[in-house]
């Protein structure tokens, strides 16, 4: 085994092995060296190491900020594994100073509603559950692909998710969120176990148990521990979970890509903006950024508002989020009622004026009537 796949081997979680992997592949390629004893006579070799990481650096100078840094940042770790520290003069002025401040070049966007059911109306039950719980929840697709089903309550109202630590990136603080009745229905239907006829044989399970023992008979010559008994609402990895989405929008010719980048603009992640973006036109900042996790407004949402309210303050905002049901307009609707308030009110003061102008000719009729009587009396 070499140096990297020794330092790939010490780490915990699978994606974490899966984006070093990543990393320091492109870096041995742009360096154009092999990793087998890459750190052999380190002690000779410092000023060589120097000069692979600047080759580094300006081989990913195009990625955007954020990307970079991640990039140097596992490239930096794997150094300090096999004993190798470069100097803070170094690391500053032939590091740090050649990437630029900033975020993301990608100019992605959030998708319309009528872009996520045009996109989502190409999925099976599957696709449909898994792409609403994810546009209606604000998770990220690492966290949803761990919820188990013990997490959900669809009982509760609004559906409750129980996020735990372990599920989450970075600083590991659990958290609830919620989902859309939408997304409720299609969970229900999804985990909903029925009798059905599979090629003349009667059987008993949910959609997703189905679609569990399916997928496990097929990869079961290359995974041979691999067994149904899977306790995860999606019982499958984020890589499966992406490329349905890009086949859903390749069916829906939605497959705009950034020219800098080369990364569509509707991506998976695109979701998770558009829960964001569409809460936030009816809720407090800090209650739709707790939802989607983000820790600096965490502590402060938790300390505001009881878990009651936050779901309170969800159902408030649940219309933004439904996909494929007829979302109401409030502000139309109220414009109507005020249209007819005031119709009502110039039509009672039109009858008022009509009955009192009545009531007044009957009263005249009546004298006169009346007068009539008397004369000929």
């Known amino acids: 085994m070499n140096e990297k796949e020794d330092y790939i081997a010490n780490l915990k979680k699978k994606?974490?092995?899966?984006?070093?992997?990543?990393c320091l592949d492109k870096y041995f390629k742009a360096i154009d060296k092999t990793p087998n004893d890459y750190f052999k006579n380190k002690k000779k070799k410092n000023k060589q190491y120097e000069n692979d990481l600047k080759k580094f650096?300006?081989?990913?100078?195009?990625?955007?900020?954020?990307?970079?840094?991640?990039?140097?940042?596992?490239v930096k770790n794997f150094f300090i594994d096999n004993d190798v520290e470069f100097s803070t003069k170094f690391w500053r002025r032939e590091v740090r100073n050649k990437i630029e401040d900033g975020g993301a070049l990608t100019l992605d966007r959030a998708p319309t509603t009528d872009e996520l059911k045009k996109i989502l109306s190409y999925g099976d039950l599957k696709d449909r559950a898994l792409f609403t719980f994810l546009a209606t929840s604000g998770m990220r697709i690492g966290e949803c692909v761990q919820i188990q089903l013990s997490d959900l309550d669809l009982t509760h109202d609004p559906g409750k998710v129980n996020i735990r630590s372990t599920y989450v990136k970075g600083k590991k603080k659990p958290r609830w969120t919620f989902i859309s009745d939408e997304c409720k229905n299609l969970l229900r239907s999804w985990l909903e176990v029925r009798e059905y006829n599979d090629n003349g044989v009667k059987r008993k399970e949910s959609e997703r148990e189905r679609?569990?023992?399916?997928?496990?008979?097929?990869?079961?010559?290359?995974?041979?521990?691999k067994t149904t008994v899977d306790t995860h609402v999606f019982p499958f990895g984020d890589c499966e979970a992406r490329t349905s989405w890009y086949r859903l929008i390749h069916k829906a010719g939605l497959t705009k890509k950034s020219s800098e980048t080369d990364r569509?603009?509707?991506?998976?992640?695109?979701?998770?903006?558009?829960?964001m973006s569409e809460l936030k036109l009816e809720l407090?900042?800090?209650?739709?950024?707790?939802?989607?996790?983000?820790?600096?407004y965490l502590d402060e949402a938790y300390k505001r508002y009881s878990l009651q309210q936050l779901g309170d303050f969800y159902k408030k905002g649940m219309h933004?989020?439904?996909?494929?049901e007829t979302q109401t307009n409030l502000t139309e609707i109220n414009t109507q009622?005020?249209?007819?308030?005031?119709?009502?009110i110039g039509?009672?003061?039109?009858?008022?004026?009509?009955e009192s102008i009545i009531l007044n000719e009957g009263n005249k009729q009546l004298a006169a009537i009346q007068e009539l009587q008397r004369n000929k009396k």
Request: glycine share 2%; with cysteine; proline share 3%.
């Open 264 to 275: 569509y603009e509707l991506h998976v992640h695109a979701l998770r903006k558009f829960f």
């Open 337 to 344: 009622m005020v249209d007819m308030t005031k119709e009502n």
């Open 15 to 22: 994606n974490t092995k899966v984006y070093y992997r990543l």
């Open 320 to 324: 933004r989020l439904l996909i494929f």
């Open 284 to 296: 407090p900042e800090v209650i739709v950024e707790a939802y989607a996790g983000h820790s600096k």
């Open 347 to 354: 039509l009672k003061k039109r009858i008022d004026v009509l």
């Open 211 to 225: 679609y569990l023992r399916i997928t496990t008979a097929k990869i079961k010559s290359c995974r041979p521990n």
């Open 57 to 74: 650096v300006v081989s990913i100078n195009q990625l955007s900020p954020v990307t970079q840094k991640n990039y140097i940042s596992v």
